[in-house]
């Protein structure tokens, strides 16, 4: 079992940044990928980025261009999403999950999902 956890998101204004931390407790973590995703009130969740269990692989989605980072601490049992150049459409609750596979984690199936963290950025 894998129990995620998700911090760092706050209040930030029109181009400014902030990382959010998935902190997961259990011994398997190693084995999973992991994926942020966000939804904002009134939408659906929808993809920001995932990084393999290796962490040799990530994916972002398209409306990231460029902007944010993922990144994973194998002694801190921890996804980072470093968030840049943030705009008033990235606010959203950011949520992380665990997936063993890699394709369905991509579609949007997690095995596990933390509670999530707000972002919002004001204009």
């Known amino acids: 079992q894998v129990q995620l956890v998700e911090s760092g998101g706050g209040l930030v204004q029109v181009g400014g940044s902030l990382r959010l931390s998935c902190a997961a407790s259990?011994?398997?973590?190693?084995?999973?990928?992991i994926g942020w995703f966000r939804q904002a009130p009134g939408r659906e969740r929808e993809f920001v980025a995932a990084?393999?269990?290796?962490?040799?692989?990530?994916k972002y989605g398209d409306f990231v261009q460029g902007r944010f980072t993922i990144s994973r601490n194998y002694a801190k049992n921890t996804v980072y999403i470093q968030m840049n150049s943030l705009t008033p459409e990235d606010t959203a609750i950011y949520y992380c999950?665990?997936?063993?596979?890699?394709?369905?984690?991509?579609?949007?199936?997690?095995?596990?999902w933390g509670q999530g963290t707000q972002v919002t950025v004001s204009s």
């Open positions: 259990g011994r398997t973590f190693n084995h999973y990928n």
């Open positions: 990084i393999n269990w290796s962490g040799a692989d990530t």
């Open positions: 999950g665990a997936q063993v596979n890699w394709d369905r984690l991509l579609a949007g199936w997690s095995d596990y």
